[in-house]
């Protein structure tokens, strides 16, 4: 005769420093819903956008305040002046012959920029060579040599690259060996272990772990060289037989048109902003960020 023990049912032990929080259905709620305000700050270009319209209500206020067209015009006379210039087509006009010389002088920045940091990342020679020239070419103003530039190459658009490629090498240079310096040895010799040597390290390892720092000296060149542009062509005027947007500021600001020279000047901060949030932004998003190298 065998007898069957009936299972116990130890009921289960309640902490008392626990407190725990359930729905009406007695269900413990994991989720809860955003707001409109934290679903809208969380987008970036809405924060930016937010930021601009103040900077222009900000604008507008002060301008009517001062009441002086000539002097200072309000965001709203600039802006129909802006308007007026895009549907004549001036500022496209001037703005393409700015765009023209500033990728021919990036260009050719980048490339001379990518033989220095491939040669000195593969000879201590290379190293020094970039370092000391960094240290003698950096700090030197590019607009500073303009004026040898129009006595090398005359009136024109080469002058005006001379100084643009100068703008931008050294940075692009200097962050890019500097990225290259920060890869871990462990990534190089996994690199050196599948078999790859010189241009093949430099491609297959060494510029996808230091593309952070190659994209920062991609953006520094960026600024350095439009900015350079614009000062050039303020200075002195013409590049390849027709004015940018730095000569139609300097033709304006001649004939006492203040309210076309603050539109030019619009009109650099708004192809400022696009590279900036479009084209860069649209690059980190599809690299860096997808790899996991930023947040």
């Given at each position: 005769?065998?007898?069957?023990?009936?299972?116990?049912?130890?009921?289960?032990?309640?902490?008392?420093?626990?407190?725990?929080?359930?729905?009406?259905?007695?269900a413990i709620s994991v989720e809860q819903r955003l707001s409109?305000?934290?679903?809208?700050?969380?987008?970036?270009?809405?924060?930016?956008?937010?930021?601009?319209?103040?900077?222009?209500?900000?604008?507008?206020?002060?301008?009517?305040?001062?009441?002086?067209?000539?002097?200072?015009?309000?965001?709203?006379?600039?802006?129909?002046?802006?308007?007026?210039?895009?549907?004549?087509?001036?500022?496209?006009?001037?703005?393409?012959?700015?765009?023209?010389?500033?990728?021919?002088?990036?260009?050719?920045?980048?490339?001379?920029?990518?033989?220095?940091?491939?040669?000195?990342?593969?000879?201590?020679?290379?190293?020094?060579?970039?370092?000391?020239?960094?240290?003698?070419?950096?700090?030197?103003?590019?607009?500073?040599?303009?004026?040898?530039?129009?006595?090398?190459?005359?009136?024109?658009?080469?002058?005006?690259?001379?100084?643009?490629?100068?703008?931008?090498?050294?940075?692009?240079?200097?962050?890019?060996?500097?990225?290259?310096?920060?890869?871990?040895?462990?990534?190089?010799?996994?690199?050196?272990?599948?078999?790859?040597?010189?241009?093949?390290?430099?491609?297959?390892?060494?510029?996808?772990?230091?593309?952070?720092?190659?994209?920062?000296?991609?953006?520094?060149?960026?600024?350095?060289?439009?900015?350079?542009?614009?000062?050039?062509?303020?200075?002195?005027?013409?590049?390849?037989?027709?004015?940018?947007?730095?000569?139609?500021?300097?033709?304006?600001?001649?004939?006492?048109?203040?309210?076309?020279?603050?539109?030019?000047?619009?009109?650099?901060i708004m192809i400022g902003l696009f590279v900036e949030n479009?084209?860069?932004?649209?690059?980190?998003?599809?690299?860096?960020?997808?790899?996991?190298?930023?947040?």
């Open positions: 005769m065998t007898a069957t023990l009936a299972p116990l049912h130890v009921p289960s032990a309640q902490r008392p420093e626990i407190v725990r929080e359930t729905s009406a259905a007695g409109f305000a934290e679903l809208a700050y969380r987008q970036s270009w809405l924060r930016k956008a937010v930021v601009l319209a103040v900077l222009a209500v900000v604008w507008e206020a002060y301008g009517r305040w001062l009441d002086n067209p000539l002097l200072f015009p309000t965001f709203s006379a600039t802006v129909e002046a802006f308007a007026t210039a895009i549907l004549s087509g001036e500022i496209p006009a001037k703005a393409l012959v700015s765009l023209q010389t500033l990728a021919i002088g990036y260009g050719i920045g980048i490339v001379l920029a990518a033989l220095l940091t491939t040669l000195a990342i593969g000879s201590r020679i290379g190293t020094d060579l970039l370092e000391t020239l960094t240290a003698m070419f950096n700090p030197l103003p590019a607009i500073a040599l303009l004026p040898l530039a129009l006595i090398w190459f005359g009136l024109g658009q080469g002058s005006v690259v001379f100084v643009l490629v100068h703008s931008v090498l050294w940075a692009i240079a200097l962050n890019t060996h500097a990225g290259f310096r920060s890869v871990s040895n462990t990534l190089r010799m996994v690199g050196l272990n599948y078999g790859l040597r010189n241009l093949g390290l430099v491609r297959a390892i060494l510029i996808p772990a230091a593309f952070p720092s190659i994209l920062t000296g991609l953006k520094v060149g960026w600024a350095f060289a439009w900015r350079t542009l614009i000062a050039a062509e303020l200075v002195f005027g013409v590049s390849s037989g027709s004015g940018g947007l730095g000569w139609y500021i300097f033709e304006n600001r001649n004939a006492l048109e203040t309210t076309n020279v603050f539109a030019g000047l619009f009109t650099v479009v084209i860069f932004a649209n690059i980190e998003k599809k690299t860096i960020r997808r790899w996991g190298m930023q947040h």
